[in-house]
C-alpha cells in the first residue's frame, strides 16, 4: 500500500452500520493497539464491549471508516457528549473564543485507530476531519492516554490539552483535549 497508487475511501456509518463491521473494526483496533495488548483494557473484546453497550446507543452515534483498496484502514467515531458543562468549564480557560458561544453542547471524539501500514500517507489525518466536518458543536473532546505519541499529532491538528481524568475504574489515565470546531 503506498499513498501514490491506493485511494482512501472514506464512508459514515450509523451505529448498525458500525456494528456490522465488527470483524474490520477489532481487526485495525487490534493492529492500531497491539503493543497496549498486556492491558485488558485494550483488548479488543474490551474495544468491542465499550462500542457495543455504551457508544453506539448514543443518540447520533457516527462512524468514519477509512478504505483503501476495499480493506479497512482506519476509523474514527464519536458522539454527542453527555456532560458538556464540564469540559465547557475546562476548555474555557484555554480558548478565550469560547467565552461568545451560547450553546452548551460538546462532541466527544471517542475513538481512532489506524493500521500501521497505513500510517504515515496522510489518512489518519483525512479521517479526523471527516468525522468533524460536519458536526455542529462548537467544541469537540477527546481523551488520549497520557504518555501516548498520539497527542503531539492531535496537538498539531489543533487540539489543546484542558485536563486529566481516568474515565473508568480500570482505564489507564487520559489526557483531555479539546479543540475549537466553530465560535
Same mark, same amino acid.
Given at each position: #500500500?503506498?499513498?501514490?497508487d491506493?485511494? *482512501?475511501?472514506l464512508? +459514515?456509518y450509523d451505529?448498525?452500520?458500525?456494528?456490522? %463491521?465488527?470483524?474490520?473494526l477489532? @481487526?485495525? =483496533?487490534?493492529?492500531s493497539?497491539r503493543?497496549?495488548?498486556g492491558?485488558?483494557? =485494550?483488548?479488543?473484546?474490551? !474495544?468491542?464491549?465499550?462500542?457495543?453497550?455504551l457508544?453506539?446507543?448514543i443518540?447520533? !452515534?457516527?462512524?468514519?471508516a477509512?478504505?483503501v483498496?476495499?480493506r *479497512?484502514?482506519?476509523?474514527?467515531?464519536?458522539?454527542?457528549?453527555?456532560?458538556?458543562?464540564?469540559?465547557?468549564?475546562?476548555? $474555557? +480557560?484555554?480558548?478565550?473564543?469560547?467565552?461568545?458561544?451560547?450553546t452548551? @453542547? /460538546?462532541?466527544? !471524539?471517542?475513538?481512532f485507530?489506524?493500521?500501521p501500514?497505513?500510517?504515515? #500517507?496522510?489518512?489518519?489525518?483525512?479521517?479526523?476531519?471527516? &468525522?468533524?466536518?460536519?458536526?455542529?458543536?462548537? &467544541?469537540?473532546?477527546? %481523551? $488520549?492516554?497520557?504518555g501516548?505519541?498520539a497527542?503531539?499529532v492531535?496537538?498539531?491538528?489543533?487540539?489543546?490539552?484542558?485536563?486529566?481524568?481516568?474515565?473508568?475504574?480500570?482505564?489507564?489515565? #487520559?489526557?483531555? #483535549?479539546?479543540?475549537?470546531l466553530s /465560535?
Open positions: #500500500m503506498t499513498g501514490t491506493s485511494e *482512501l475511501s464512508e +459514515r451505529a448498525s452500520g458500525a456494528l456490522a %463491521l465488527a470483524e474490520e477489532k @481487526s485495525v =483496533y487490534l493492529a493497539h503493543e497496549r495488548q492491558d485488558p483494557w =485494550y483488548s479488543p473484546e474490551r !474495544f468491542w464491549d465499550r462500542l457495543e453497550q457508544y453506539a446507543p443518540p447520533e !452515534f457516527e462512524l468514519v477509512g478504505w483498496d476495499g *479497512l484502514i482506519g476509523y474514527a467515531f464519536g458522539t454527542p457528549y453527555g456532560r458538556p458543562k464540564t469540559v465547557l468549564d475546562k476548555a $474555557v +480557560r484555554r480558548f478565550s473564543a469560547l467565552g461568545a458561544v451560547t452548551d @453542547s /460538546v462532541y466527544i !471524539f471517542r475513538e485507530g489506524v493500521h501500514v497505513a500510517r504515515g #500517507m496522510g489518512y489518519a489525518r483525512r479521517i479526523h476531519d471527516a &468525522l468533524l466536518a460536519e458536526r455542529p458543536e462548537s &467544541l469537540a473532546y477527546l %481523551l $488520549v492516554r497520557e501516548n505519541p497527542r503531539k492531535y496537538e498539531s491538528w489543533g487540539w489543546r490539552a484542558i485536563g486529566r481524568t481516568q474515565p473508568f475504574a480500570d482505564s489507564p489515565i #487520559m489526557v483531555e #483535549m479539546a479543540k475549537l /465560535v
